[in-house]
């Protein structure tokens, strides 16, 4: 390590941006089998989820500015364009600093799913897969699978109608969930995995057209359970992307598989 290296790092860890990453601990989550939006197979939206583990929080702009020290190839500036768009930690002050827009406990967003990918892997794990955030996601603080709850569902709704306005609040603002997850709703969307299979029109996989978001508005339209349509909002979100795209609602978590025997 350099000597600018070295007092950059001084400043992280003196600044308490490192202990924000300390405390994004990986938990384990007891997996199930759900009822998906996301149907498994053309008669059946029963999905099972394997134990696995996630992070408790979405990834904040500390953890992330300790991961672009040490990996300089994904700061902003440096970042090839195939992997993020122009607006790529735009936020941040500057590509190693962070600025009143962009403050360490916040979650970081304006990132690809390239450089959430590569965080992840950093830290030996990967980005959930949609089956996995959706049956976290479910929850509310009491019970597992909260999708039948009018409240629930005002909840995420009512923070649909807010998203793009104001600056975002502090990560674990808000109770942990039933598996204490903290921020699975009410404060950015959060990318997956497997985000560019979530929607079937026809025959194909069509990743960013407009008619997913039409499939998308017409199956939350025609489902038996209304509780789905919070959900197959951010389905639709999420569809309309590209890997390289950002914004500023935009941020990511990290999951890890069991081992064998675990």
Not at 85 to 111: E, H, K, M, N
Request: proline share 4%; glycine share 6%; with cysteine.
């Amino acid at each position: 390590m350099n000597k600018a290296m070295a007092v950059i790092l001084l400043h992280v860890l003196f600044s308490g941006s490192v202990f924000a990453a300390e405390v994004n601990q990986f938990i384990r989550i007891e997996g199930g089998d759900f009822r998906s939006v996301i149907p498994v197979d053309e008669s059946n939206n029963l999905a099972t989820v394997s134990d696995f583990y996630l992070q408790q929080s979405p990834v904040t702009n500390a953890e992330f500015l300790r991961f672009v020290l040490y990996r300089p190839e994904w700061q902003r500036e440096r970042a090839p364009g195939i992997f993020a768009d122009d607006q790529y930690l735009s936020a941040w002050a500057g590509p190693i600093s962070l600025g009143q827009d962009a403050l360490p406990d916040q979650p970081v967003t304006r990132v690809s799913w390239f450089a959430a990918n590569a965080y992840c892997k950093s830290e030996n794990g990967r980005l959930p897969t949609w089956y996995e955030w959706e049956f976290v996601a479910a929850a509310n603080e009491k019970r597992s699978d909260a999708r039948d709850s009018d409240a629930w569902q005002r909840q995420i709704i009512s923070w649909y109608s807010t998203v793009g306005g104001g600056p975002l609040s502090s990560v674990r603002a808000r109770p942990a969930n039933y598996h204490n997850v903290y921020d699975a709703h009410g404060l950015v969307w959060e990318w997956v995995d497997d985000f560019t299979g979530l929607l079937v029109s026809g025959d194909n996989r069509e990743q960013g057209g407009a008619d997913q978001l039409q499939f998308c508005g017409a199956g939350a339209i025609t489902m038996e359970e209304k509780e789905n349509y919070a959900v197959l909002m951010r389905v639709a979100m999420l569809s309309s992307l590209e890997a390289r795209f950002t914004t500023r609602n935009l941020g990511f978590r990290c999951a890890r598989s069991m081992e064998p025997n675990q």
